[in-house]
């Protein structure tokens, strides 16, 4: 009989620790994508003004726009898809909310676009640096993730 309480209480304490390890592994998990996904943003807020500049006088570059902007959907789609661990849940709701803004924000751009809008002016007609903006702004709180 004692032998089988010992045994149960070994078994729920390496059970529970797992369990602690392995939040820790999500945790840690979901702020390495999160950094990475804000990176990305942080990036692609940084060359779209001049991208759109010179998308204006070559056909290539505004396709290669279209390109990057269609990616940056992508990229918004898959980040949406990741399950954020409890410690995470808040900063990847706020995410979520500049994620929606910022789909809105590329559709109005790409749109534009299709409509022959100069690319500078569908840039500027819609908020999507300023969206890429609050997204970039939320990685001190990712950061504080990590511990």
């Not at 396709?63 to 918004?76: G, H, S």
């Not at 002016?121 to 970039?136: G, K, M, P």
């Amino acid at each position: 009989m004692k032998m089988k309480l010992v045994l149960i209480l070994v078994v729920a304490a390496v059970l529970t620790g797992c369990s602690v390890v392995e939040q820790i592994d999500r945790s840690v998990n979901y702020t390495s994508e999160a950094t990475t996904y804000v990176a990305q943003a942080a990036e692609f807020a940084r060359k779209l003004p001049d991208m759109a500049q010179q998308a204006a006088n070559d056909p290539e570059v505004k396709e290669k726009l279209v390109a990057e902007l269609e990616a940056m959907k992508q990229w918004v789609a898959e980040f949406n898809a990741l399950e954020a661990p409890a410690i995470a849940a808040d900063v990847h709701a706020k995410l979520q909310e500049y994620n929606a803004t910022l789909q809105q924000d590329i559709d109005q751009v790409l749109n534009g676009l299709l409509n022959d809008i100069p690319a500078v002016q569908a840039v500027r007609d819609s908020q999507i640096v300023q969206t890429l903006t609050e997204i970039t702004r939320l990685v001190e709180q990712i950061n504080n993730l990590g511990g």
